[in-house]
């Protein structure tokens, strides 16, 4: 069985709105940093998992974001797969 770590991005789609994003930017420009002109905030979940092949493992992620860790109506997700060394 091989081993793997996950890196799945949530983040709202472009068309929701994003009070807490809205009000992290003003705050921001409020700071002196006005150079920035938005932001929008998401939420990265780690995942360790073992599976038998890279194939497998990315079909179980993808099941999990898509049915458990995004809403599909507000939110979209993006998945990094790495295999991992063995931890002694």
């Not at 789609?13 to 009000?23: I, K, M, Y």
């Amino acid at each position: 069985m091989a081993h793997f770590h996950a890196t799945v991005r949530v983040s709202l789609r472009p068309s929701v709105l994003d009070p807490a994003g809205e009000a992290v930017c003003a705050a921001a420009q409020r700071l002196g940093h006005g150079a920035i002109q938005a932001i929008r905030i998401g939420k990265a979940i780690e995942i360790q998992l073992d599976a038998p092949d890279a194939t497998t493992a990315r079909q179980q992620l993808e099941s999990l974001s898509a049915q458990l860790l995004a809403n599909p109506v507000m939110e979209t997700w993006s998945l990094e797969l790495h295999t991992r060394a063995e931890e002694d």
